[in-house]
């Protein structure tokens, strides 16, 4: 038992540096892709970005469905959708100001509100999910999708004068480092040099964007296998709190580690884009995708008590926090909200443990 606890302890930390190195790769070569398409980093965040760190949710919603657990499949939808707001979102803001989109002001939020609002109706009217509730939560994310494809064609940017300028500096900066550094360290000078030259290759930001979404779905995989075993087995807490706070929170990991990089970046439009793309993916795709493959078994919602309806309006009042917290002058996310966010998670959390263990 011992050896396995630290051949778990091992990979967790292993599946901690797949996601924190594999989010830097995916948002270079995501960030990359849209200045070479002329889209805005919001535009792929929301899409793109979105799906790839929603990627880890799918695989535990599908393989719930398939053993017909509906408690971790619903549980996990919320559970991230909380996550996702309170906690990334709440950290993101305290490391630097977060701008929110005034297309998101008046359409992707609202629309987040909506959809949780239908997601909560869905499983209200029949004490549960059917296939055909998933195969209407799948309906309304293609029609946002196409909508995002449309906005996308719209809102095209010309980048071409600030890549040239970036490319220009970079290469000036390496070329110092490299004159002033020996050794190991003017090797690594070279390989970053060498790294942002391939960066200008269309392929190659396909590559890291492929190679980091992997590195980010394999870690998650790892750190939700191994905090699950540690949280199960070794301390025997109930599969519905583990679905809410340990399967959430590692299914949620790369919407984390990958905001923030993205936020450290600079990459604004990706750290929010995700985020908003990301509860839209988890309540319309990952969870409506689990439904339909879960065919005639029934996903139940409130069958017993009301801790699922509890738990799915606080996601729905995550959504209208974020709003609400969107409208300032200068229409961003700061520390205050930062520090909202998390005091909300906390008190969550808190009463979570307090009323249900």
Same mark, same amino acid.
């Given at each position: 038992?011992?050896?396995?606890?630290?051949?778990?302890?091992?990979?967790?930390?292993? %599946?901690?540096? =797949? &996601? !924190?190195?594999? $989010?830097? /790769?995916? +948002?270079?070569?995501?960030?990359?892709?849209?200045?070479?398409?002329?889209?805005?980093?919001?535009?792929?965040?929301?899409?793109?970005?979105?799906?790839?760190?929603?990627?880890?949710?799918?695989?535990?919603?599908?393989?719930?469905?398939?053993?017909?657990?509906?408690?971790?499949?619903?549980?996990?939808?919320?559970?991230?959708?909380?996550?996702?707001?309170?906690?990334?979102?709440?950290?993101?803001?305290?490391?630097?100001?977060?701008?929110?989109?005034?297309?998101?002001?008046?359409?992707?939020?609202?629309?987040?509100?909506?959809?949780?609002?239908?997601?909560?109706?869905?499983?209200?009217?029949?004490?549960?999910?059917?296939?055909?509730? %998933?195969?209407? =939560? &799948? !309906?309304?994310? $293609?029609? /946002?999708? +196409?909508?995002?494809?449309?906005?996308?064609?719209?809102?095209?940017?010309?980048?071409?004068?600030?890549?040239?300028?970036?490319?220009?500096?970079?290469?000036?900066?390496?070329?110092?480092?490299?004159?002033?550094?020996?050794?190991?360290?003017?090797?690594?000078?070279?390989?970053?040099?060498?790294?942002?030259?391939?960066?200008?290759?269309?392929?190659?930001?396909?590559?890291?964007?492929?190679?980091?979404?992997?590195?980010?779905?394999?870690?998650?995989?790892?750190?939700?296998?191994?905090?699950?075993?540690?949280?199960?087995?070794?301390?025997?807490?109930?599969?519905?709190?583990?679905?809410?706070?340990?399967?959430?929170?590692?299914?949620?990991?790369?919407? =984390?580690?990958?905001?923030?990089?993205?936020?450290?970046?600079?990459?604004?439009?990706?750290?929010?884009?995700?985020?908003?793309?990301?509860?839209?993916?988890?309540?319309?795709?990952?969870?409506?995708?689990?439904?339909?493959?879960?065919?005639?078994?029934?996903?139940?919602?409130?069958?017993?008590?009301?801790?699922?309806?509890?738990?799915?309006?606080?996601?729905?009042?995550?959504?209208?926090?974020?709003?609400?917290?969107?409208?300032?002058?200068?229409?961003?996310?700061?520390?205050?909200?930062?520090?909202?966010?998390?005091?909300?998670?906390?008190?969550?959390?808190?009463?979570?443990?307090?009323?249900?263990?």
């Amino acid at each position: 038992m011992v050896g396995k606890t630290i051949l778990e302890i091992f990979l967790l930390i292993v %599946g901690f540096v =797949l &996601l !924190v190195k594999g $989010a830097d /790769f995916f +948002v270079d070569g995501a960030s990359g892709i849209a200045e070479k398409l002329h889209v805005s980093t919001f535009v792929i965040g929301l899409t793109v970005v979105a799906i790839g760190t929603s990627l880890p949710e799918a695989a535990v919603s599908v393989v719930s469905a398939i053993q017909r657990n509906g408690e971790t499949l619903v549980g996990n939808v919320v559970g991230s959708n909380i996550m996702n707001i309170l906690l990334i979102l709440g950290i993101a803001s305290l490391i630097c100001k977060i701008p929110v989109e005034k297309s998101s002001q008046r359409i992707e939020l609202p629309f987040l509100i909506a959809i949780t609002g239908i997601f909560i109706g869905l499983g209200f009217w029949n004490s549960g999910y059917q296939w055909y509730d %998933g195969l209407i =939560l &799948l !309906v309304l994310y $293609a029609a /946002f999708m +196409v909508y995002t494809i449309l906005m996308a064609r719209r809102t095209r940017v010309s980048l071409a004068d600030g890549t040239v300028a970036t490319q220009i500096v970079t290469e000036v900066e390496t070329e110092v480092i490299t004159e002033t550094k020996t050794g190991l360290k003017a090797f690594w000078a070279k390989v970053k040099f060498k790294f942002n030259e391939l960066k200008e290759h269309t392929w190659f930001l396909i590559l890291i964007t492929v190679i980091g979404a992997a590195m980010v779905v394999g870690g998650a995989e790892l750190v939700v296998n191994s905090a699950e075993f540690i949280a199960e087995d070794l301390f025997g807490i109930d599969p519905k709190i583990v679905a809410l706070t340990v399967v959430a929170f590692g299914t949620s990991l790369p919407e =984390l580690v990958t905001s923030i990089s993205a936020a450290k970046k600079g990459d604004m439009g990706i750290a929010t884009g995700n985020i908003i793309g990301s509860n839209i993916a988890n309540l319309l795709f990952v969870a409506g995708l689990g439904f339909v493959c879960g065919g005639s078994y029934e996903v139940a919602f409130c069958a017993t008590n009301y801790n699922d309806l509890i738990d799915a309006l606080v996601s729905l009042g995550c959504a209208a926090l974020l709003l609400a917290c969107s409208f300032n002058k200068n229409r961003s996310l700061n520390r205050i909200t930062g520090v909202i966010m998390l005091v909300c998670l906390v008190g969550y959390y808190a009463c979570l443990f307090v009323t249900r263990i």
